[in-house]
């Protein structure tokens, strides 16, 4: 029997992309290569264990610029967005988004960072996207910067630990707000936050120079201090525009302890400070709390500082909060079985079932993050990221049979309607994705997660012909009658 959910009538129901998961057009117009655009595909014989593409060393990295050792690079391909973007916005408004979540590559506007001048080039491809959507009747959210910052900056200027990349970033942000701020509403400076970090961890050799790690993340509180502030650039400067506001976006790392053990309770709240509430607590309260500023001692981290950035900090703090959310993790004082996360690995959990990926799946576990975050903000709340990632084939009728993705959508569409009726100001949801890209973390097409699927294999092979899965109809189905 149908069950029909309740949501407020004026609720932002949307998907979300990124410009290296979907543009392609790698050097089209004058734009640079990416950090993420680095990072040749690397086949898995183990789909939970994400390792193999998490070794790569400096000469790797120069290497791929001219493609020497002749690799596949997904994310410089994508899946053609930079040329078939009215047919796919046309898609989104079938499918009844209300709102579209998209990136901006800033290689595209700002080539090597430390140019005197924009790229017109790139700013015109933007401004014909958002033409389309206000001609769609879509909402635009805009992410600044979705990890992708170029390269050149990555390699003459030792990327975000430069104090000086905070000018180039805000310099190409008030650009964008400039140029957009009548067809884009709402502004995210930077995509998950705290993963930028591990981003940024990526890049770092360690001191045997054999290899880059993600274990680096000490050394990146100064990175994420300078996007810290960079973030409140842009605060601070969309004050002038009365119609734009500006959030934060956070991989949300839900966690459990494992069991009722008080070790490992504490354990889980001890870990959840840093891990997670750390980035909302600075960019909503406006300072660093009290635990960040403990732990910085207890590990010996020194976060250099300039005059006048915590005024900054406390002065803007962001209007609303959006996250992703995907999963739920467990922790335990002494580490138990682990799986695959968001980019890392997690405690698993054994009340869950999980994805091919090991992404564990948890729908209640966004109703209890919804009243969390809303018990410790009191900001609007908006879901930027949920979906699920599956092998996916076409079947002889030209559409894919998801009714995993179907059924989980549903159930997370269920307990966001639960915590609204809780009293949570959840004002929208944004699904990743409403179209298949190729995979952030396995950098892969294979890795399915829209309601579109898009004819092209790991390296690129195929029509790149749309197609619509069975989930596109349910949702479409779902926006006019709220019924699951």
Aim: a neutral charge; charged letters at 25%.
């Amino acid at each position: 029997m149908a069950k029909k959910l309740e949501f407020p009538k004026n609720f932002l129901w949307g998907g979300a992309t990124a410009a290296s998961q979907i543009e392609g057009a790698y050097d089209v117009d004058g734009k640079s290569l990416s950090i993420l655009e680095m990072i040749p595909f690397m086949e898995l014989k183990d789909r939970k264990d994400l390792s193999a593409t998490r070794k790569l060393t400096k000469q790797d990295l120069l290497d791929s610029i001219e493609n020497k050792k002749g690799l596949h690079y997904p994310k410089r391909y994508g899946i053609d967005f930079y040329h078939r973007y009215k047919e796919d916005i046309a898609l989104f408004k079938e499918a009844g988004l209300k709102i579209f979540r998209m990136s901006v590559a800033w290689g595209r506007i700002f080539p090597n960072g430390d140019e005197k001048e924009q790229n017109q080039k790139g700013l015109e491809f933007y401004r014909n996207v958002f033409k389309e959507c206000k001609a769609q009747g879509l909402e635009v959210m805009v992410t600044i910067n979705h990890f992708d910052t170029p390269f050149p900056i990555m390699q003459n200027y030792g990327g975000w630990k430069n104090r000086k990349v905070i000018d180039m970033y805000f310099k190409y942000a008030k650009v964008l707000i400039d140029e957009f701020n009548e067809y884009v509403k709402y502004w995210l400076p930077f995509n998950e936050i705290n993963l930028a970090v591990l981003i940024s961890a990526f890049f770092v050799e360690d001191k045997s120079g054999n290899k880059t790690t993600f274990e680096k993340i000490n050394e990146s509180y100064q990175d994420l201090h300078h996007q810290f502030i960079a973030q409140t650039k842009v605060v601070e400067y969309a004050k002038k525009f009365k119609n734009i506001q500006v959030g934060c976006m956070v991989a949300n790392s839900t966690t459990y302890a494992l069991d009722c053990n008080p070790v490992n309770v504490f354990e889980n709240q001890q870990k959840e400070l840093m891990k997670k509430l750390f980035y909302y607590d600075v960019m909503i309260k406006g300072e660093y709390p009290w635990y960040s500023i403990k732990y910085f001692e207890d590990n010996n981290i020194k976060i250099l500082k300039e005059p006048g950035d915590d005024q900054l900090l406390k002065n803007n703090p962001v209007e609303f909060i959006t996250f992703s959310y995907y999963m739920s993790s467990t922790i335990a004082k002494e580490e138990g079985e682990l799986t695959e996360g968001n980019l890392m690995k997690l405690g698993k959990n054994p009340f869950l079932e999980a994805t091919e990926w090991g992404w564990q799946i948890d729908p209640i576990g966004l109703r209890y993050t919804l009243n969390q975050l809303w018990d410790r903000y009191h900001v609007p709340l908006f879901i930027s990221e949920n979906g699920i990632g599956m092998l996916e084939k076409l079947n002889n009728k030209n559409t894919v049979e998801d009714d995993y993705r179907i059924d989980y959508l549903a159930r997370h569409f269920e307990q966001m309607s639960l915590a609204i009726k809780d009293g949570v100001n959840l004002f929208g949801y944004t699904m990743w994705t409403p179209i298949d890209v190729v995979s952030a973390g396995s950098n892969e097409m294979s890795k399915r997660y829209g309601l579109i699927y898009v004819d092209y294999d790991d390296y690129h092979k195929g029509t790149g012909n749309r197609f619509k899965k069975k989930s596109f109809n349910w949702f479409k189905k779902f926006m006019n009658t709220s019924e699951i």
